[in-house]
């Protein structure tokens, strides 16, 4: 009796051109307009990787870690970690929200405080 492979999907990309390849694909089953819209609102929003925000309510320190589309919504997300704390809890909102302000009292949840140290 033969063993039968799993189907692991077609290769990872090895090297940045290839990244860019698969970055520019097309997206299968998904609206084009809406995923557009979710990068351009990345790339206007000025959030960069790497970037230190406030949490003003609690007055924490934040590191944006990964700016992303959500798959399932085809929304602008952003990924952030405590700093100085691990990097172990990550936490993620969409960019809207992260960039927006509360209900209960309309002041902005982060304050953006630097750009990423060189």
């Known amino acids: 009796m033969s063993e039968r492979k799993p189907n692991l999907g077609p290769p ?3 090297g940045p051109q290839e990244f860019a390849d698969d970055f520019a694909a097309p997206v299968s089953n998904k609206d084009p307009g809406k995923v557009d819209k979710a990068w ?3 790339v206007s929003s000025g959030v960069k990787v790497g970037q ?5 309510k609690t ?3 934040y590191i944006i870690k990964e700016l992303s589309v959500d798959e399932a919504r085809l929304v602008a997300v952003v990924t ?3 700093h100085p704390n691990s990097e172990r809890r990550r936490w993620t909102r969409d960019l809207d929200v992260f960039l927006g302000k509360r209900p209960d009292d ?3 949840r982060f304050t953006f405080i630097g750009d990423p140290q060189t």
């Open 106 to 108: 309309g002041t902005f």
């Open 52 to 56: 230190m925000w406030r949490h003003n």
């Open 12 to 14: 990872m990309a090895t």
């Open 80 to 82: 952030y970690v405590g």
């Open 40 to 42: 351009a609102a990345i």
């Open 59 to 61: 007055d924490s320190t």
